[in-house]
């Protein structure tokens, strides 16, 4: 009987965590506010861009820290790893802080994109607090 609750406590707060990020679309705002200072023109599209890539990230961290059962940094690292790599595979997302003359010449250019945005989304998690 013990397990069985476990088990459903487990899933519980799995259901809680992925609901968790539909309260947050300010961070959406913001990316939005650097495209228009950049001089891109606001779409419901971009905003659906944004909102999904939020909600994928958190939708692969928080099973990860429900799992271990504690959060982590690298969980942080891994979220943003596998959605930098495909996001740069797919020709869906540049790469910050390397010239496009570079990442394009290469074999696997997703590689660069996961490592990339692996390291912001851990050091972003380190800066708030988590530990590794």
């Known amino acids: 009987m013990s397990r069985l ?67 982590s940094a690298m969980h942080n690292v891994a979220a943003g790893g596998i959605l930098g790599y495909v996001g740069v595979s797919r020709g869906r997302l540049g790469v910050p802080f390397v010239s496009p003359y570079i990442l394009y010449g290469m074999r696997y250019p997703g590689l660069v994109g996961a490592a990339v945005y692996g390291a912001i989304a851990g050091g972003m998690a380190t800066l708030g607090g988590k530990p590794w």
């Open 5 to 71: 609750l476990c088990l459903f406590g487990v899933a519980s707060d799995l259901v809680n965590q992925l609901a968790h990020p539909l309260i947050f679309p300010s961070f959406v705002l913001v990316f939005m506010g650097i495209d228009a200072i950049q001089g891109a023109p606001l779409s419901v599209r971009s905003w659906g861009f944004y909102a999904g890539g939020l909600y994928a990230y958190n939708i692969i961290q928080c099973p990860m820290e429900t799992i271990h059962g504690r959060q």
